[in-house]
């Protein structure tokens, strides 16, 4: 297994895993949360497999040379960045169109919010950077967790079709 699309379905799945406790805590209820989680999951396969990958591209043709601990916290800065920014300007443009108030982006809850999913990108990052060549080496486990986020952004896409 390459060692690159391990580190991705690592990094897919670490913040498909991180959102369970977003999906709880803000949907209140186990429902709310499986929904959360599922639409969620598409989201993640469809970033992952396009600026993802680019990220990840980005971040290992910078740190070739580097030793495992820099290269590791620069793929958490990198995940942080991206996941923040994307979150930010999504999250704040559905809160804004949802409350029709474009304050309503920049709230406090928003902005945790923000926070929150910034750094669940940014231990993405690091875990998929961290464990890559580990996990390259179990394609078994691998398939697992790719086939668990798969499954999931197929839910969540029957949900998102029938909605």
């Not at 895993?17 to 598409?42: D, E, K």
């Not at 740190?63 to 590791?72: L, M």
């Not at 086939?147 to 197929?154: F, G, N």
Request: aromatic letters at 8%; hydrophobic letters at 60%.
């Amino acid at each position: 297994m390459p060692v690159f699309a391990a580190g991705l379905v690592l990094a897919a799945f670490t913040l498909l895993a991180l959102q369970v406790p977003y999906g709880l805590l803000v949907g209140r209820s186990l429902p709310n949360a499986v929904a959360w989680i599922t639409v969620a999951a598409v989201v993640i396969l469809l970033v992952m497999l396009t600026a993802g990958a680019v990220v990840a591209w980005l971040g290992h043709r910078m740190s070739r040379e580097w030793d495992d601990r820099k290269a590791t916290t620069l793929f958490f800065v990198l995940g942080f960045v991206g996941v923040g920014i994307w979150s930010f300007m999504v999250l704040g443009s559905l809160l804004s169109a949802a409350t029709g108030n474009p304050g309503t982006a920049t709230s406090g809850v928003a902005l945790a919010s923000v926070l929150y999913l910034a750094v669940a990108g940014g231990l993405s990052g690091a875990v998929g950077r961290y464990f890559a060549r580990d996990a390259a080496d179990r394609p078994l486990l691998v398939v697992v967790l790719g086939v668990a986020v798969a499954l999931c952004a197929v839910l969540g896409g029957m949900a998102l079709g029938s909605a």
